[in-house]
């Protein structure tokens, strides 16, 4: 089963016991509506039922912005950019005849960067990680999976704020 078909199956599970989700799990199920599928404050108050000034509150006490920037900027983006970069660059050092010690500056500043972007871990692939070993854990140890979720995400935030 693919991660995505997986994530649509929980939601759907969570749509159909709506009434019988704790606080805490509401809050879960917000944060995934509203740093991964992009919805609005107004959106997400509506589909978790609860008020928007909640939504607001966990938005601010969980750095979901930060969240859903460091998703945005993904690992595979920057380095297929600072790629594209990188052979522009290069393409141009094999036209000139005449390279400046900035040129090739421009170049192994290029190759550095993609170097460390291959080596770090990045914010997104924390919570993607994250998310399928909590979501493993719930069908072995519910209780346990809402201790290490809630733990997760101190971690995740405290990361974000780095």
């Not at 089963?1 to 199956?9: D, E, G, N, V």
């Not at 989700?21 to 959106?43: F, G, M, N, P, V």
């Amino acid at each position: 089963m693919s991660f995505k078909f997986a994530r649509l199956k929980i939601a759907l599970h969570l749509c159909a016991m709506k009434e019988e989700l704790s606080k805490e799990e509401r809050r879960e199920w917000a944060r995934l509506l509203y740093t991964r599928h992009d919805k609005t404050i107004q959106d997400v108050a509506g589909i978790v039922s609860v008020p928007e000034a909640a939504v607001r509150l966990w938005v601010h006490e969980g750095a979901w912005n930060g969240v859903k920037r460091s998703l945005l900027i993904s690992k595979k983006t920057q380095l297929a950019q600072l790629y594209d970069l990188l052979e522009k660059a290069t393409a141009k050092l094999k036209d000139e005849e005449n390279i400046t010690p900035k040129d090739v500056d421009v170049i192994t500043k290029y190759t550095t960067a993609i170097k460390n972007l291959e080596a770090e871990t990045t914010v997104s692939e924390m919570i993607d990680v994250g998310e399928l070993f909590t979501h493993w854990l719930m069908r072995k140890d519910p209780d346990l999976g809402k201790i290490v979720t809630k733990e997760l995400n101190e971690f995740i935030a405290e990361r974000i704020e780095e």
